[in-house]
């Protein structure tokens, strides 16, 4: 009989469902999922039961020359404890240019429930083409399209 490895406590997010990493590509206005565990401490978690939790971008326009503007929303499911949105990144990639959104929310604990964040990026005057990128935890969502 083959013996499993031990798995340190801190590991066991990725071991019930929580999967690491990868990139997810969706257009504006469409839906990435990410698995994640439901319990509110690691203890508690469950192999095999996660909930998801949607991001997506909307609203996505150039409201002047250089400027876009969209609606980030996280959609968070009841998952027994608060969400971390602080390591919540987003970026703006166009034309070989690459520029941070800022939002004037403060990112933080949230619970369950949808979370818009209204979001400004500078991009270059003739982009056309746009990608936004948004990390959270070790996960990457891309949403591409073009600003209306």
Do not use: W
């Not at 949607?54 to 996505?60: A, C, G, I, N, R």
């Not at 166009?94 to 991009?123: I, K, N, W, Y």
């Amino acid at each position: 009989m083959r013996k499993l490895p031990f798995l340190p406590l801190a590991l066991v997010p990725l071991a019930v469902g929580c999967a690491s990493g990868g990139t997810q590509t969706v257009a504006f206005g469409e839906s990435a999922a990410v698995p994640r565990p439901v319990g509110a401490y690691e203890s508690e978690f469950i192999p095999g039961r996660t909930a998801d939790v949607l991001y997506s971008v909307d609203e996505v326009v150039s409201p002047s020359p250089g400027t876009v503007t969209f609606t980030l929303t996280v959609e968070i499911p009841e998952l027994g404890r608060t969400s971390g949105l602080r390591n919540l990144t987003a970026v703006c990639e166009s034309g070989g240019h690459h520029g941070p959104a800022r939002s004037e929310e403060q990112l933080g604990e949230a619970d369950g429930g949808t979370h818009p964040f209204a979001m400004v990026c500078a991009v270059p005057e003739d982009a056309e083409e746009l990608l936004i990128a948004v990390e959270h935890y070790d996960h990457r969502m891309e949403f591409t399209g073009t600003p209306g």
